[in-house]
Nanobody, 123 residues
Framework: QVQLVESGGELVQAGGSLRLSCAASGGTFSTYTMAWFRQAPGKEREFVAAITWTDVRTYSGDFVKGRFTISRDNAKNMVYLQMNSLKPEDTAVYYC????????????????WGQGTQVTVSS
């Protein structure tokens, strides 16, 4: 059983940056693809980015466009999402997730989820 705890979400002005963190425990970190999803009010949860144990990465092509970077520290069982040039439409709850599959982009493929961290971008 894997436990995931996100942190780092806060209120930020448009154009600003944030780094979200996700601490994993209770499982074998190296066996999981780790990902970030987000969910805005009234919208479905959407894929942001994912990363394998060996740092192979994939990003959403819709809105990331070079602004977000996912990374992981395998020694610390941590996953990060660096977000730059934030826009009001990035406002959402951001979730960390773990999957035993290779770089899935759908939420159904993820076995474990954190509680989420709120990111609010003001205009």
């Amino acid at each position: 059983q894997v436990q995931l705890v996100e942190s780092g979400g806060e209120l930020v002005q448009a154009g600003g940056s944030l780094r979200l963190s996700c601490a994993a425990s209770g499982g074998t970190f190296s066996t999981y693809t780790m990902a970030w999803f987000r969910q805005a009010p009234g919208k479905e949860r959407e894929f942001v980015a994912a990363i394998t144990w060996t740092d192979v990465r994939t990003y959403s092509g819709d809105f990331v466009k070079g602004r977000f970077t996912i990374s992981r520290d395998n020694a610390k069982n941590m996953v990060y999402l660096q977000m730059n040039s934030l826009k009001p439409e990035d406002t959402a709850v951001y979730y960390c997730a773990a999957s035993t599959q290779y770089l899935p982009r759908t939420s159904q493929a993820y076995n474990y989820w954190g509680q989420g961290t709120q990111v609010t971008v003001s205009s």
